[in-house]
């Protein structure tokens, strides 16, 4: 419930601004913004808000990308799983294109115990993380390396531009038991 609405406010922020009008650096005279390539809609847009599914966020959860220069960002992420809640912090590293940017990141994660013990063995990733007793009492913290590599589109001309999607593959290593479970995720982000 607490992701929905968080959700739902990001949504509401990123249409406000874009119906202002005067909200993006970058507009032309139109009401369309035309960008040479990421690093050039970077520039511009230092604040990304987004949404993501699987990785270092678990279930779902939402993201804020904070980009630094052309192709240095921080990414700050809250999600939720199945008998879990998480939280991450990664540094991306973006490479110059168009339309399709491949990246990198590599951070931490924290994923602990939402309090219902029923759900937490439901986790694929969960169960192969968690001791027996972890697994029996339903409580829990794991620390977890992350890292990745991915594809994104940016949408860099018209009403949409500043809109992405992107994908990843990627791996999230244990401290406790150094064990490196490979992983996956999809999502977007709108940068303003």
Excluded at 49 to 68: D, F, T
Excluded at 92 to 113: N, V
Excluded at 148 to 172: C, D, H, R, T
């Amino acid at each position: 419930m607490k992701m929905m609405t968080l959700l739902s406010l990001i949504a509401s922020f990123a249409l406000a601004q874009e119906n202002s009008g005067d909200g993006f650096i970058g507009k032309t005279q139109g009401s369309t913004s035309d960008y040479e390539s990421n690093y050039k809609l970077r520039q511009d847009r230092k604040v990304g808000a987004g949404v993501g599914i699987g990785g270092a966020l678990g279930g779902m959860g939402g993201l804020i990308e904070l980009n630094i220069e052309d192709e240095n960002a921080t990414l700050v992420g809250f999600g939720m799983g199945s008998g879990y809640q998480t939280m991450s912090l990664a540094w991306k590293k973006s490479f110059e294109g168009e339309y399709f940017t491949p990246y990198t990141t590599a951070g931490y994660s924290r994923w602990w115990d939402s309090g219902s013990k029923s759900q937490a063995n439901r986790s694929s990733l969960l169960k192969n993380f968690l001791s027996d007793s972890e697994k029996q009492k339903s409580k829990f913290g794991l620390d977890l390396v992350t890292g990745s590599v991915g594809m994104q589109y940016n949408q860099l001309s018209g009403e949409l531009a500043g809109s992405s999607f992107y994908i990843e593959l990627g791996g999230l290593l244990s401290f406790k038991k150094t064990q490196l479970i490979p992983t996956g995720s999809v999502g977007a982000f709108y940068y303003f």
